[in-house]
């Protein structure tokens, strides 16, 4: 599907005003989390996660998340309809343990990303990005 | 032994002192009518390496009356902080007299009399006489350019920035950044930069497609002065296609990208840079928060957002010095650079009073080749600016030039609600004044000036004015995408700055009837400067002139429509 520049628009409008509504804690985000880890405890270091503040154009946001060491990092947009985006899986043989893709938001959110660790040990990093209608640049 | 912060802080204080004095002393000195070129220009010249700053020129080639912002609020961690400070307790923060000439060039009180004793400010050819006392002094002093130069007139509109490029060249810059420049569509720009005899910066201007660094833009250039080696890295405006048409230059993308910053800074210093710079657009509030989260850079010379600041702002060891807009100052920075790292600096924001700085003839000469072809046009006489009456825009919401132009969109458009973009860029207008065309371009001249007229419910226009308060009054400057509050015409509302996105804006007010807006009827809109492709309708300035030629003379009552909750 090609969307012209006005669906885009169009779209974010309507994105923004879906963001009026205050974030709530997402019940498939955590189902997803928790399917993943296990429930285990989830740090904060040794991933890193690159996503712009304020999106360009909410329907191909660019992330790129590093974190050195992980068998597989898992992607989430929280605020999506459907927050899964990817696992990235990382064999012994891999170079580096990074991976970057771009992504439909649908909204303003909180995208996710959570590594597994060799060790078994899991590590989050998640970043805000927002949704504009734009306009008015100083 | 005394580290480097400590060196730091002595220094700032002493610059403080020294800011104090002078800026009293040009007080008195203009009192007794004797403020001269020697006095603004004075500096003792120290250290190894001298940068000269001018930013946010937007195309203002001879001297204007810009007012300075009266409401310019601080959200989160920058409440109360510069540059959110104005009027008198920017003077008193300062120490700046009552009624000297820093009160009329820093703060907006009294401007209209003050004015009549200072004058005009700015003009290129009086920049160019500063520039060169300064490399008198320093011959080989480095000139950067913050960008938002080839915008905002008449002329830079009708030569598609040539002008601007031509004038400039003379005063013979080592670098610069952007961001309207990318207005004039991405082919003009490639065009432009390609003949420019210094460099194009910027390490956040991307390759859209691949989202790699774009090939036409150098992150960073080095410099070798007084033996020193100096990085200047480039950061152009961020949010170019959020809050400018990005149809216009859809190749790029851009973005804070403080990751590829501390890249480059770490990249230079270990390509051997005893001193990093940076040249930014990304306005001041940003500057500070990348100044907290990069590691390694000296001094950021901070635009965007039009501060002028009379000493700089200290973040960890990184100084950011804020340099005014549309040529009303230059900002001299002297550093000190030894084994390897900046010991101190002297710092000096020199105001452009057009009727003391005296004119350099071989840029009067430039100027007026450039205006020549066009000088009918431009002076052209539409109206009278009334007795009663300031034009400005400058500040967080609706000035005066912003009413008069929303009421042309109300009454030329025949539109129930009028909306303006909340740009920084625009000179003011005294009353008694002529306005003529030049003068209703220098507000309103962009390549995308297409007056709509549409429909909106209540509804989403609410969700427009909520979109836009965010991105200016978000507590994450990372999350302000770009200008001051839209300015709306016909309608009055309340806006709380501290709350989240939704629930700023309140009674939202329809000032012709005194109704409440109606979330689910339709009203009809005019507004201007939308950044979607394929707009319709007149452009902006001929529906200003149009306004303007039938009032003749133009009063604008003070504007009483926004009540701010949370300032």
């Known amino acids: 599907m090609k969307l012209t520049r006005r669906d885009s628009i169009l779209l974010a409008m309507g994105a923004s005003a879906a963001a009026m509504v205050p974030f709530t804690a997402n019940a498939a985000v955590e189902d997803l989390i928790n399917a993943f880890t296990g429930g285990a405890a989830v740090g904060d270091a040794g991933i890193t996660l690159i996503a712009p503040e304020i999106a360009e154009n909410g329907n191909t946001v660019p992330v790129e998340v590093d974190a050195p060491g992980a068998v597989a990092i898992m992607l989430l947009a929280t605020g999506n309809p459907t927050p899964s ?54 | 032994m005394i580290s480097r912060r400590d060196f730091l802080q ?120 500063v520039v060169k006392s300064i490399r008198a ?34 005063l013979k810059p080592d670098a610069m950044t952007f961001h309207w420049e990318f207005t004039l569509g991405s082919d003009r720009v490639r065009e432009l930069i390609a003949d420019l005899p210094y460099a194009s910066l910027g390490q956040n201007i991307f390759d859209s497609e691949w989202d790699e660094p774009a090939e036409d833009f150098a992150p960073y250039k080095f410099f070798e002065r007084g033996g020193v080696k100096i990085a200047v890295i480039g950061q152009a405006f961020p949010y170019m296609p959020i809050a400018n048409p990005g149809w216009m230059f859809p190749e790029y993308s851009f973005g804070i990208r403080d990751e590829r910053m501390q890249e480059m800074v770490d990249e230079v210093r270990g390509m051997g840079a005893e001193c990093v710079v940076v040249l930014s657009h990304n306005g001041f509030d940003v500057d500070k928060k990348m100044a907290s989260r990069v590691q390694g850079i000296d001094v950021i010379l901070s635009g965007h957002t039009h501060d002028a600041l009379p000493e700089p702002a200290l973040v960890g060891e990184t100084i950011i ?9 230059v900002s001299r920075v002297d550093l000190d650079i030894r084994d ?47 007795d009663d009456t300031t034009l400005f825009r400058r500040g967080n919401f609706n000035g005066s030039w912003d009413d008069l132009i929303c009421d042309a969109l109300l009454s030329e458009r025949d539109a129930e609600i009028a909306m303006s973009p909340g740009v920084r860029w625009g000179p003011s207008m005294m009353p008694g004044q002529q306005i003529t065309r030049e003068d209703i371009w220098n507000v309103t001249s962009m390549t995308y000036p297409n007056a709509y007229r549409t429909e909106m419910t209540g509804e ?62 339709s009203y009809v809109v005019a507004g201007w400067a939308s950044v979607n492709e394929g707009t319709e309708g007149p452009e902006i300035w001929d529906v200003v002139e149009s306004h303007i030629r039938k009032l003749g003379t133009v009063s604008v009552a003070p504007n009483t429509s926004v009540q701010v909750v949370g300032a």
Not at chain 2, 481 to 501: S, T
């Open chain 2, 340 to 386: 390897g790292r900046m010991m101190g600096f002297r710092h000096k924001l020199i105001p452009i009073f057009s009727d003391v700085i005296e004119a350099d003839a071989e840029m009067t000469a430039a100027i007026d080749a450039e205006r020549a072809p066009y000088e009918a046009d431009l002076n052209e006489v539409v109206g009278t600016v009334a």
């Open chain 1, 85 to 138: 985006v990817a696992t990235f899986n990382f064999g012994p043989l891999a170079g580096s343990q990074s991976a970057s893709t771009r992504i439909r938001l649908s909204k303003t959110q909180n995208v996710t990303a959570i590594a597994k660790m060799a060790d078994g040990s899991f590590a989050q990093a998640s970043s805000e990005v927002k949704v504009t209608i734009g306009g008015c640049g100083g």
């Open chain 2, 460 to 521: 989403f226009i609410h969700t427009i004015m909520e979109d836009v308060a965010d991105n200016i009054f978000n507590p994450d400057p990372y999350y302000q995408q770009g200008g001051d509050m839209v300015r709306m015409g016909g309608l009055g509302y309340r806006i709380d700055i501290n709350k989240p996105i939704g629930e700023r804006i309140s009674d939202i007010t329809l000032l012709k009837t005194g109704e409440t807006l109606d979330p689910s009827k």
């Open chain 2, 10 to 129: 002595a220094s700032m204080a002493a610059s403080a002192i020294w800011g104090a004095s002078g800026f009293g002393n040009w007080g008195r000195l203009a009192a007794q009518q004797v403020l001269t070129q020697d006095d603004l220009l004075s500096f003792e010249t120290f250290g190894n390496v001298s940068l000269i700053h001018i930013t946010d020129i937007h195309a203002q080639l001879k001297p204007i009356y810009f007012r300075e912002p009266e409401i310019n609020l601080g959200v989160g961690e920058s409440r109360g902080a510069v540059p959110h400070v104005t009027g008198a307790d920017f003077r008193r923060l300062y120490g700046i007299d009552d009624g000297s000439s820093s009160h009329y060039a820093l703060t907006y009180n009294d401007f209209a009399a003050l004015g009549k004793t200072y004058g005009k400010m700015g003009g290129l050819d009086r920049i160019a006489t």
């Open chain 2, 321 to 329: 010095v804020a340099s005014g807009s549309n040529g009303k100052f």
């Open chain 2, 137 to 170: 002094d320093r011959p080989d002093a480095i000139l950067l350019d913050g960008g938002d130069t080839w915008h905002g007139s008449y002329t830079c509109y009708h030569t598609q920035g040539q002008d601007m490029v031509n004038t400039m060249n003379l």
